[in-house]
Structure formats: structure tokens, C-alpha cells
């Protein structure tokens, strides 16, 4: 399957970099929040980043008018129905996700997408939601998402292989390292992270370092 237009759901600071990004690598992106205020905030932090990579001489300004038109602002669902990809990066709440995906399940194209950015949740949960949960995934970005090169790919016991190998192309287009990793708790990175946080407080509590050192 090619993607040539991506839906983002939330654009919170992981969502917003998540449109940056793809409308960045050519990507059309027809991005939504509907929290109140979301996407005005949104759309001026994405002016304000554009404006810095063209100052730094990262991007041109030809390049930057042309992301920008390549970028549509939504509060309505029903608007995803032609999107090849849809990326979820909205509160982490299991309910909350669940509810979005039976919706975006209903609304969208057969063959649409549903990607989570869920850094814990268990894709294979939310895809258990819906009609299609062999086109469920994760797609784990990192915070910046601008900024950090790497990106999880987390296939549901669902996710069939054409799925998993039209987002780990999208992921490499958006200049992503992806690696794949089992639905199991809290995934590669945080399962690895989360001891070696606990450990350096327990460094710190036995006093073998200072807080400045131990970082």
C-alpha cells in the first residue's frame, strides 16, 4: 500500500512534531485536535519551528511555504475518510483510545491505517476495538520527534504484513531508524529505560554520586 496522505489526532507536543516531520518529508497532512484552542497553539509553535530551521539555514523558504501548504487544520472526524495513515497521539488513557479508534474505525476508508503513538497501551488491545485490527499498529515516536531518529514499530498479534511493511516505509521516508518491537509492557526503549532510571536513584540514595554526576 502507498501513503500519500496522513491524519494526525492530537497535536499536543508529540502530535505537532509528528506533523512537522511528515509534512516535512512530502507528506499531506490533514491534522486534528479537538480540544479547544489546540490547533491554533499548535499551528503557531509549527510557524515558530519552521521560521528557526529556515534561520539556521536547515530550510529554505520555498520549502517552508510549500510544507505548510501541504498541511490542512481540522475539528472534524468525518474528514479522515480518504487518509491512507491515521497517527493517534492524543492522552494516554486506555478508554479514552479506545473510544477514538471505534470512531475512526467507522468513519475511514477500509483500507486506512490506524497507527497509536502509545508509549505503554497495548496495541493489540486496541485493535481487538475495531473491524480491521489487522490494519492496527504502533508507531512510537520520541520526544522531539523533529529531533530524535528513532521510531518503534509495535505490531498487534492482529497486524498483518502488508501493514507492518507500509509504516516501517513510511517510518524510513520520515527519516526514522525503525526498529520493531513485540506488544508486550512498556515496549523496547521504556522497558530498558525504566531500571536504569530506578537504578541511578538508588546510586544517588546510597550516596556513591551526586545528582550531577550520576547525570
Not at 528557526?52 to 510549500?66: Q, T
Not at 486506555?94 to 502509545?118: C, H, M, Q, S, Y
Amino acid at each position: 500500500m502507498s501513503v500519500k496522505k496522513i491524519g494526525v489526532i492530537g497535536v499536543g507536543q508529540m502530535g505537532s512534531g509528528i506533523v512537522q516531520v511528515a509534512i516535512l518529508s512530502g507528506y499531506d497532512v490533514l491534522a486534528c485536535d479537538q480540544t479547544p484552542g489546540h490547533n491554533e497553539k499548535a499551528g503557531a509553535t509549527l510557524q515558530k519551528q519552521l521560521a528557526k530551521l529556515v534561520e539556521k539555514g536547515k530550510l529554505s523558504e520555498d520549502d517552508k511555504s510549500a510544507a505548510l501548504k501541504r498541511l490542512t487544520w481540522t475539528c472534524n472526524l468525518d474528514d479522515y475518510s480518504k487518509v491512507d495513515l491515521i497517527i493517534e497521539a492524543i492522552t494516554e488513557d486506555v478508554p479514552t483510545k479506545e473510544k477514538l479508534f471505534r470512531d475512526l474505525d467507522a468513519k475511514v476508508g477500509p483500507n486506512t491505517i490506524l497507527a497509536t503513538n502509545t508509549s505503554s497501551i497495548s496495541i493489540t488491545r486496541l485493535a481487538a476495538v475495531t473491524k480491521r485490527p489487522e490494519k492496527v499498529i504502533g508507531m512510537h515516536f520520541f520526544n522531539p520527534v523533529p529531533v530524535m531518529k528513532l521510531l518503534e514499530v509495535i505490531r498487534a498479534v492482529q497486524t498483518d504484513d502488508a501493514t507492518y511493511q507500509t509504516v516501517c516505509a513510511v517510518g524510513e521516508k520520515l527519516g526514522k531508524k525503525v526498529v520493531t518491537a513485540k506488544d508486550s509492557a512498556a515496549f523496547i526503549v521504556n522497558r530498558t529505560l525504566l531500571p536504569f532510571l530506578n537504578e541511578a536513584v538508588f546510586t544517588l540514595y546510597e550516596g556513591v554520586g551526586t545528582a550531577e554526576d550520576i547525570a
